[in-house]
C-alpha cells in the first residue's frame, strides 16, 4: 500500500529555519517524481518544488532560492529544507506523488504538516 | 500557465447537476486533472488527463475538454460531494493548480 508520512512542522520565527521530511512506503521515491505543495489557512494550493526521478530540482518562484528540496533513497524519504522563513510561508506542506500511470497528476498525498511562521 | 476556475463558490442541493469550469492561459492538450479536498484533509485525484477517472472514484464524476477550456461535471450531488474542486494542469512544471471552487450546500 502507497503510504506519505510528512512531519517536521511546527512554530518557528520569522528568519528562521526548518526541515521537513516526507517518509514514503510501496514504492520507491528513487525512480518517482516528487512534489511538495503548499495551502495556506483558507487559501488554494500551491506547487512548491519538485524532485525528479533522475534527482535534480525544480522550485516555485516564491520559494526558489530559500527552499531546497532533497531526497535520501536509503530512507526512501523526502525532504524540504526551509530558510529565511517568512509570515507567507506559513502554511500546510504536503508532499505527493507523480506518476506516469495518471499522466503526471498527483495520486498519492500525505497528510500534511503545519508550519507556522510568526514571533 | 495560470488556471481560472469558475465559480469560485456555488450553492446546490443535493441532486443537482454541478459544472466547473477551468480555463489554461494556454494550450494543455488534455493534461489537465480534477481533485477534492474536505477540510482538514489532503486534495484526493478524481480525475486525470481531462476525462479519465481515478480508480474507484463514482461514476457521477466525469470531466471533458481539450486545449484550454476544461469542464468538471457531477450529474447528481450527493451528501459527501461538498467540498473544494481545483483543476491542475500537469503537462509542465510548475504543475499549476485552479485557484479553487467549493460547493456548498443550499
Known amino acids: 500500500e502507497v503510504q506519505l508520512v510528512e512531519s517536521g512542522g511546527g512554530l518557528i520565527q520569522p528568519g528562521g529555519s526548518l526541515r521537513l521530511s516526507c517518509v514514503a512506503s510501496?514504492?520507491?521515491?528513487?525512480?518517482?517524481?516528487m512534489v511538495w505543495v503548499r495551502q495556506a489557512p483558507g487559501k488554494g494550493l500551491e506547487w512548491v518544488s519538485v524532485v525528479y526521478s533522475a534527482g535534480s530540482t525544480n522550485y516555485g518562484d516564491s520559494v526558489r532560492g530559500r527552499f531546497t528540496a532533497s531526497r535520501d533513497t536509503s530512507k526512501n524519504t523526502l525532504y524540504l529544507e526551509l530558510n529565511s522563513l517568512r509570515a507567507e510561508d506559513t502554511a500546510v506542506y504536503y508532499c505527493?506523488?507523480?506518476?506516469?500511470?495518471?499522466?503526471?497528476?498527483?495520486?498519492?498525498w500525505g497528510q500534511g504538516t503545519l508550519v507556522t511562521v510568526s514571533s | 500557465i495560470q488556471l481560472t476556475q469558475s465559480p469560485s463558490s456555488l450553492s446546490a442541493s443535493v441532486g443537482d447537476r454541478v459544472t466547473i469550469t477551468c480555463r489554461a492561459s494556454q494550450g494543455i492538450s488534455s493534461y489537465l486533472a480534477w481533485y477534492q479536498q474536505k477540510p482538514g484533509k489532503a486534495p484526493k485525484l478524481l480525475i486525470y488527463?481531462?476525462?479519465t477517472l481515478l480508480g474507484g472514484v463514482p461514476s457521477r464524476f466525469s470531466g471533458s475538454g481539450s486545449g484550454t477550456d476544461f469542464t468538471l461535471t457531477i450529474s447528481s450531488l450527493q451528501p459527501e460531494d461538498f467540498a473544494t474542486y481545483y483543476c491542475q494542469q500537469h503537462n509542465s512544471d510548475p504543475r499549476a493548480f485552479g485557484g479553487g471552487t467549493k460547493v456548498e450546500i443550499k
Open positions: 505527493a506523488r507523480s506518476t506516469r500511470d495518471v499522466s503526471g497528476a498527483f495520486d498519492y
Open positions: 510501496g514504492f520507491t521515491v528513487s525512480n518517482t517524481y
Open positions: 488527463a481531462a476525462s
